[in-house]
């Protein structure tokens, strides 16, 4: 078997020449390419946080609504707490609003079952339908 690198004295010039700038190119685009993929990594590690402070956000804008505080306030200390814009933060606000909405109904539904109401009495008051009620009371009390 002949070693490859045994070869390479025996190419003229011109040859020799040739390769070098091929493998030269070739190193080239692989850095390239590389480079894009770091870049391409540090991207998605960027989103990723990024998704994570908007999340927290989140958190912190229910946080205040459930203590009282007005959707302008809250929106305005948590943008001045994390740095995210407030037009960023209303966009996140109906998810947030509604998921408090729901969690306080949810709530309650389970004091009135606590207190012995029917599946059709709170129904009524919450304006859900019997079934409804008792899907949620089963959902929460599966979590």
């Known amino acids: 078997m002949i070693e490859p690198y045994t070869l390479i004295p025996k190419l003229p010039a011109h040859a020799l020449r040739s390769l ?31 998704k994570k402070r908007i999340f927290d956000a989140e958190e912190m804008i229910l946080s205040y609504l459930t203590h009282g505080h007005s959707q302008d306030s809250a929106v305005a200390t948590v943008a001045s707490m994390t740095g995210i814009d407030e037009k960023v933060l209303l966009t996140v606000l109906p998810k947030a609003k509604k998921s408090t909405v729901v969690e306080r109904r949810n709530r309650e539904i389970m004091l009135l079952r606590e207190q012995g109401r029917s599946l059709e009495q709170i129904g009524e008051v919450v304006q859900l339908h019997p079934k409804s009620v008792s899907r949620i009371i089963k959902d929460i009390q599966a979590a």
């Open 20 to 50: 070098a700038m091929f493998y030269e190119s070739m190193a080239r685009d692989f850095l390239a390419a590389a480079e894009l993929a770091e870049k391409k990594d540090q991207k998605k590690v960027e989103m990723k946080a990024r």
